[in-house]
C-alpha cells in the first residue's frame, strides 16, 4: 500500500471559471446563502427565454429528494429580455442552509466523500468548506448551459441528453433514437427499459443504497469544423467538459472502447458521395474536428457517496467510527445529471463556436 | 441522416499549446523540415537527463514501421546541461519529407482520416496541410513530457503505461501490476497475453489491416491535494489531456464504466485508521483531488485508419473512388502511443503540482 | 480627416476578469439593481478585515457627490471571518438606478463619454447599456483589491497612493514622501500643494467645469524577483492595470517620460556594496523584474467628461443638439480613484508573487 | 533605505506569450545558437510578403552597431507562400556567440542592468542566463509583428511609428504628420529635427555616452470597436504590449500626462454630424474602445545601460570594483526599437481584430 503523501495544507479551490470566450464563473457553497455564477463573453442582443430556464430547474427540483429551491435572481447583464453582451450574473438562494444533519457528524470522514481532501487541502473541515463540492454547485452550470443553448439554436445546433444504462437496465441501441425519451423522467429511449431503471432506483431507495448511471448525450446539426487538431482537439474539451462534472469516471464517443477490438477495415466510415459517410463509428469528430455527421458519446457515474447505511470509517483523530447518514439524498445522479451534461456541452460548443468565427477569413475569400 | 453544414472555409489551426503554469507549444507538419516545440514555464535549475529522453525516442523508432529520424536540437533554456528557466525550444528534423506516395492521392478522401476536415476548415488539401494530424506530432509531446517527468521524479512521482488490450487480448487485472511489463514491447504486464498481442498484430500485418488498443496507466506517490474542486478537476484536465491525443476515444479512470452498475456499498472506498483506503474505485482521484492512493485510468485508441487494403471512397469532387495506400505504416497505436500518454500525463500533473505550490500557504502556517 | 470604419454591431462585452491565479470578475451595470464581482484563486485561512474595506468604501462615499450605497453583501467564499479558498463573490446594491436625468437625454451623444462607441459596438443606445462604462464599476475593484492588499500585508508589502497633480498644483518631490498626505483627503504629501489643488476643485465646482490629475503611487518593501523577463514584466503588468481605470491617459515608472532626454550616465542606477542602489531611477524595477528597491510610478487621468456647461454635440440621428448634463457628478476622479489604482497595483502584484511561489525550486535548494 | 527582500532563487523565465487568439511565443538566448519564435493563431491562407519581413530586419541591422546576423529560418506553418492555418515556428541564427567581452565581467554587476536581478531570481548569473533581457529577443517580436501588420493591412489598417524625441531634440507637433519622416533612419517627421537627434547620438557616440528617446505611434483607420469596456480596454492592452519593450519607462495616449492640466470643457471632444469629433484629444480611444478617430500614442525609452566610460559598482560578493564595457553597443534604443513598437502594437490589435470576429452577431442581424 503506497504512503500518502501531504504536501501542505492552506491551497486554494481555484479553477472556478470554464471556457475562454464564453466563460461561466461559478461562486457559491450548498450550505451558504446562495449560490450563483457570471457568464462574460455571451454575445449581445440574444432573446433570452426565461420560460425555458426555469422549466428545466423545475424539472431538476421534481425529480430529486432535495429540495431545492431554484429561484434565479438575475443581476445583471440583460435588458428588457435580451443580453446587452455585458456579463451575465445571477444567484440562487440555498434554503435549509445549515440543518442538525450535518453539525452531528464534524469529525467523521464520509466514505468516497470530498471531506477527507477538503480538509488536508484547505484546512478546513465543515460542512460549508466542503460545499463546493456539492451537486448543488451543477444548477449554475444549468443556468449558464441554458443560455448557452438558446445561442446555438439559433445555428440550429440541437444537444440531448438520455440515461441509457442504471445498473443491468441498459438502453443498447444508442445513439439511434426512438421518440420514446419524452416519456419518462430518466429521458430513456425506450419506454421497457425505462420501467426497469425506475424499477432499480426503488430498490435502492427502499435499500438504502445508490447506484450509478451512463447517461448518453447527442448532438444534432453541428458544422464541421468546430474543434482544432492538436490539443484543443473538440473531443477533448468535451471529454474535460463532462468529466468537470462531479461523479463522472469515464467518457467516450463514437465506438469508445469497443475500439480497442476493431479493426481499421472495420472501424473506418467510408464517404457516400455526398461527403456523408456510411457509417459513423468516429461519433461526428475526425482528428479532433466535427466533421458533420451526428455527434455523439456517453458519461458514466458512480453511485452517489451518501446511502441510508451504517458505514464503518474513522474521525479526523484516526478513531474507528461508523456512519449514519441522515436527511434526504437522491439515491442516482440521474435524472439530475441530464440537463448538466447537455449544459457542460453547450458551454463547450459555444467556445469553439465563437473561436471559429473569430477566424473565419471573410475579407479574402473569393 | 443529417445534411452536413459547412460554416466557412480559411480557418485556423490554433490550440497548440497545452498547460499553464508550463506550457508546451508545438509546430511542424510531418511532411515538413522540422517539428519541435518550445516548453515555456519549466523551473530553473534542474539538471536534464538527455540520454534518458534519446532512450524514449529510440524505443519509440525502433517499434515502429515509419522510419522517423529523432535526433532532437536543443535551441534554448539549457546551460551545461540544466535548465535555466528560459523557454526551452527544440526541433526534431523530419526525413523523407516529400514522398511520392503521397502525391498520387492528391484528390482522394481518406476514410476516416484527417484530410476531408482538412479541407473543409482550412480549405487545404494537401499532404502538408494535413501534416499537423499526424502521430508525427506526438514526438514533441514526448520530448516535454520527458522533462516533466524529471521534474515530477525529484517528488517521487512515478509515471508507467501499459498495453492491457489488443483486439480480444486483454490483461484484465489492470491495476494490479507484476514485473513481466519490462520483458516485452507492448509494456503488457503479463508475458503470455503480451504473446497473443504480439500475434495479433502480426495477423494484422499479414492482412494489411490494423487494430485499436488499450493503454492503463498507473501513477504512484501523487501527492494529496493535486486538482479543483469545480472546473479544473484532476480526473478532467487528464481525460483532456489524454484525449487530446490521436486516435483517442474513451477515457475512464478508477471503476470507470463500471461505475453504472455499481451500488453505492459496494463502490464506495471505506477508510482505514491512516486514512488510507481499503479499495480504490475512485482510482486515486476523490472530489476531483488526489487523494494519495494510487493514481490510475484507462483510455482507448481506435485502429490506425491507413489499413493496406483496398477501400472504396470519393475524391473531392463527389466521385467514386478506390483508395490504395501505399508506404510502410504501423499496424497499432501501441507500443508507440505509450510514451505519448506517459508525457501527456506528466505535463497535466506538473500544472498541477506548479499551482499547488503557488498557492501553499507558507507564511501563515502555524 | 479619416473616414470613420465600422466593422459591425452586437459585439460583446467581454474582458470583465482580470488575474490570472486571482482573479476578479466584475459584473453589473452602474444604473441596474447590483454590481459585484468574484475574486477566484484566494489562499485559504485569511481573516479579512471588513472595517477596513468598509472604511475604504466609507472615504470613497464621503468624498463624492454622487450618493453611492457601498454595503457590501457577501455572498461565497468566507467562515468565520476566514477566506476558505473558494470564490468569493459579493454584491453592493445600487441607489437611483433609474433617474429621470438619465432619461432625457436618451438620444444624444455626450462629447467624450461611452455612449457613442457602446452604441456602435453593442447596438445599444442606452443609460443601462453603458452602464459597464461608469466609475461606479470600480467598486469592485476596491473590494478586490483590499483582500489582496491584506494577503500582500502579510508579506509586508505596503502599497499607497497620492493626488500629485490637480492642474497647476503640483507636488513635485514624488516619490519622496512626508506625513502630511494623511491630513487632506486628496492625500497630497504637502499640505500647502493640497490647499491649491482643493482650491481649484472648488473652482471647477463653480464653474459647472471639470479637471484632469495625476495620482502617483509608491509600493514598500517589494520582494526583489516579481516579474517575467519578456512580454510579462512588471512594468509591463502594472501599466495595464492602472490603465484599465476609467480615464486613465498615461503610465510612467521610475524616471518615466524624462528618460527621453536623460543620458546612460546619468540615469543608470549605480550599486552600494549591500546591492542596494545610490539612485532608484529605474523606480524599482529593472528588465522587468522588481529588483527591492522602492517601486514608484504615477497615472494620469483626463476630467471626468460630464461638465455642468452646455455643449454643442449632435443626436444620433446626426442632427445638431445640445447636450445639457444634470444630477450630481464629481468635478474630478481624485479623491476617489486613488482608491482604485491601489487595488489595481495590489491584482497585479499579488498575481505575480503567487506566480513567484508556483516556480520557487524549494525541494532542490541546499 | 528599504532594505532588499529575496523570496527566493531558482525561478522561472516564464511570460513569453502574449496574446491569446494569435499568440507570438518567443524563446532563445542572446548568446545561444538562435533565437526564435511560433506563432499560433495566424489566420488561413494569407499571402506572406517575405522581402517586406526582410527588408524590416536589414533596416534594423544597418542602423545598429551590433553585428546582427538576420537570415530568418522559416521551420513550420507555410506553404507556397501562404499561412496554412498551424503555428508560424521560424529562427534567426546567432552570431559571435561567446565573445572575449563577456567573459571578463563574469562577477560583476552592471549598473541598471539585468545581471543583477536575473542572478537573485534565477541563481544564474551568466552572460548565457541573462540572454533573455537582450535586445536581440525583439528580433522575434518584429518578424511575428510583420506577419500581423500584413494580416492588419487587408483591413486596410496601418501602423506607422517615428522618434519625436531624443534629448532636447523634439518633433512637437505629432500626431500632425508630414512626409519627411520617410527621409531620415529615425523617422523623425522633421527633417531638421532629425538633423539635431543624430547630431546629439554622434556626440553621444564620441563620449561613449548613451541616450533615451520617445517614440510616436500612429493607426490610421483603425475600425471602430476594438477594446473591452473594464479590464481588457484596448488603452489598457496597447500600454502593456509597449512597455513589455525593454527599456520602456512611459506610455502615454492622446493628450497623455497633459490631461493632468486640462479642464474637461477644454478636453472634451465635440461631435460633428457624421460623429467624427472636431478634435481628438481621447486619440483613438473613448471608454477603451476605438472610436474611429486617428489612434495615436507616445512610449518612452531610458537610456541604454551600457555605456563605454568606467562606472563604479560591485561585484557578486559585495566588494568595490569598476566595469568597463567593450564590445560595440549602440547609444540609443531608436532607430532600432522604431518596428518593435510597430509589432507590439500590431500583435495587439490582431488579438482585439480577431476578438471582434468571434463575437459578432452574423445570424442575427437584420
Known sequence: MQKIVILHNFDIMAGNSFGDLFRITSFGESHGPYIGGVVDGCPAGISIDFNAINEVLRQRQITSKRQESNTIEWLSGLMDGKTTGAPIAFIVPNKNMVSADYKQDATLLKPSHAN????????????????????RETVVRVVAGCIAKQYLSSYNIDIKSYTIQIGEAVFADFPNMTD????????CPSESVAKKMLAILEQCNQK?????????????NLPLGLGEPVFDKLSADLSKACMSINAAKAFEYGVGFKAAQMYGS?????????????????????AGISNGELLYF????????????NQQTVDIHGNMAVFQACGRHDVCVSPKVLSVVEAMTAICLINHLLKFKAYQNDNRRS
Open 208 to 220: 438504502g443504497d445508490t447506484i450509478g448511471c451512463k447517461i448518453g448525450c447527442i448532438v444534432k
Open 298 to 309: 456517453t458519461v458514466a457515474f458512480k453511485p452517489i457517496p451518501t446511502i441510508m447505511q
Open 180 to 187: 420514446e425519451a419524452e416519456h419518462n423522467i430518466l429521458h
Open 116 to 135: 477527507y481532501v477538503y480538509w488536508k487541502k484547505y484546512g478546513i473541515f465543515d460542512y460549508w468548506g466542503s460545499g463546493r463540492a456539492s451537486g
Open 266 to 286: 472495420q472501424c473506418n466510415d467510408l464517404y457516400n458521395t455526398d461527403f456523408s459517410t456510411k457509417t459513423n463509428h468516429n461519433g461526428g469528430i475526425l
